[in-house]
């Protein structure tokens, strides 16, 4: 069975630090990861990753893939109180459209 | 281009009653997804559709929920009858083909 573990489950740091999330997967036939953050109700898109040791970044967040150790890192530099949410990460099985989550990490910042 | 729709945004019943919400996809995107999110976990997938039929429904409890999606376009989940577990955030999601997933915003059940 297709399983995603993140961790840590919870985090709380203060504004200004810089926050690394890790994702673990296990998957029968991998295609890509992708992580969302979730604010209130819908998952909202941050990044897809398909490629080993090509980071993809977007302003303060970046994230990278690796597919020898089945792991993903998102990274978040001098977090702002709005990055508090919930950070998913998920993958999608190749011949799949589904995507499989982890329990996502509550990332707290407080000012 | 307008989003995924969802509705009701909330919904509190009593256990034993039953219960549906409505999801209307992005135009044009033909397999749509409905995942339940229990407090405190990720979002598990309980049904997927590619135009009007049903792809992985391995993760649906069928008997009490179903789900159908008239046309290929909207799609309703029911739950009959509700259980107390059963309380959770229900997300329909949306996607033209191999990436490109919009989520709604969500329907909130609570059952009590």
């Known amino acids: 069975e297709d399983k995603v573990v993140q961790s840590p489950l919870s985090l709380v740091v203060h504004e200004g630090d810089t926050v690394t999330l890790n994702c673990s997967y296990e998957?029968?036939?991998?295609?890509?990861l992708l992580w969302y953050k979730q604010e209130k109700k819908a998952p909202t898109f941050l990044f897809m990753l398909?490629?080993?040791?090509i980071e993809k970044k977007s302003g303060r967040l970046s994230s990278i893939l690796d597919k020898k150790e089945l792991s993903s890192i998102l990274n978040i530099t001098a977090t702002q109180t709005g990055d508090s949410a919930i950070y998913l990460c998920?993958?999608?099985?190749?011949?799949?459209?589904?995507?499989?989550f982890g329990q996502g990490t509550r990332l707290t910042i407080n000012p | 281009e307008a989003g995924v729709a969802q509705s009701p945004r909330y919904k509190i019943i009593e256990k034993r009653q039953s219960v549906a919400f409505w999801c209307n996809p992005i135009?044009?995107?033909?397999?749509l997804y409905w995942y339940q999110q229990i407090l405190g976990q990720g979002p598990k997938l309980l049904i997927q559709?590619?135009?009007?039929?049903?792809?992985?429904d391995s993760q649906l409890p069928k008997d009490r929920f179903s789900a159908e999606r008239l046309k290929g376009v909207d799609s309703t989940l029911k739950i009959q009858p509700a259980k107390l577990e059963d309380s959770a955030v229900y997300l329909c999601?949306?996607?033209?083909?191999?990436?490109?997933?919009?989520f709604g915003s969500g329907t909130r059940l609570t059952v009590v």
């Open positions: 999601a949306s996607s033209p083909g191999r990436a490109g997933y919009t």
């Open positions: 998957v029968t036939n991998f295609r890509s």
């Open positions: 398909t490629s080993s040791g």
């Open positions: 998920a993958v999608c099985p190749r011949g799949a459209q589904k995507l499989v």
């Open positions: 135009s044009g995107h033909a397999t």
């Open positions: 559709f590619q135009n009007n039929g049903v792809v992985d």
